[in-house]
């Protein structure tokens, strides 16, 4: 039987490979991915994948060609992929709906936010910062795929105990934050977020997590406006015929 070849596109990462260690297959800041074939197609019709909401996971981990560690991705270069997948999929052209006026943006014109390599060290997801309002000194870490698992894991548990309670800022940051004054047992930085974290500095923290996330500037300028938004990814992203 005649051997069939399918094309591959090399996908640049946010991160530039800079925070993952020396033996993941994530260090060198590039992946190799597959254009989508039927059997994408059919991942993104899967409904048990959909109501567990895995779908996109489970697809981007079809298109992957690289050995990587998809639970370690780190958030912002899991959207570069999703980004790829996208245009390998359906091509770049996106059409939405945005405030009553037909949008389309051409995805293969997106650009990585540039980051400031200064502030990294090299094979290590390891930040410092002290609260401006407190000044207890904190490190954290940029959250990846398996932390946003654990953080819905314990949500959906919590949700199960309390319908009405969703403390969803709280958590991430009780599994951002790595350590407190020296002290990093789980304990102790959840006691320091539920007890002692000023909303002023939660707030600080955030701000200061969003401007050094490597990460895809999903921005676009809608018509006629002034200010870039965010781009909106609905149903259309994946599944253009909706």
């Known amino acids: ?26 260090k060198s800041g590039k992946i190799e991915m597959k254009y989508m ?17 895995i779908v996109l996971d489970k697809l981007m981990q079809s298109l ?27 091509g770049s052209e996106y059409s939405f709906d945005y405030n009553g006026t037909n949008e389309t943006v051409d995805l293969s014109l997106l650009e990585n936010k540039e980051i400031d390599e200064s502030l990294f060290e090299e094979g290590s ?23 946003e698992k654990n953080i819905q894991r314990e949500l ?7 319908k009405e309670n969703s403390p969803e800022l709280s958590t991430r940051l009780k599994y951002m934050i790595t350590s407190v004054e020296d002290k990093s047992e789980k304990k102790d ?8 974290l000023l909303a002023k500095d939660s707030r600080a923290l955030r701000e200061y997590v969003r401007k050094i996330q490597p990460d895809v500037d999903l921005t676009f300028f809608p018509d006629d406006a002034e200010n870039r ?4 990814i609905g149903v259309e992203f994946f599944w253009p015929d909706v």
């Open 1 to 26: 039987m005649s051997e069939f070849k399918l094309p591959t596109e090399i996908v640049e990462l946010p991160s530039k490979g800079l925070l993952y260690s020396e033996e993941s297959g994530l």
């Open 37 to 53: 074939t039927a059997r994408e197609e059919d991942i993104l019709t899967n409904q048990s994948y959909i109501s567990k909401g």
């Open 64 to 90: 992957i060609v690289s050995e990587i560690n998809y639970n370690k991705l780190l958030i912002g270069d899991k959207n570069a992929i999703m980004v790829a997948a996208r245009i390998l999929g359906y």
């Open 125 to 147: 997801n390891n930040f410092s910062f002290t609260l401006p309002h407190s000044k207890n000194h904190i490190t954290f870490k940029i959250l990846t795929h398996e932390d």
């Open 156 to 162: 959906d548990g919590l949700k199960k105990i309390n």
């Open 189 to 196: 930085i959840r006691e320091f977020v539920d007890n002692y």
């Open 229 to 232: 938004v965010t781009l909106p």
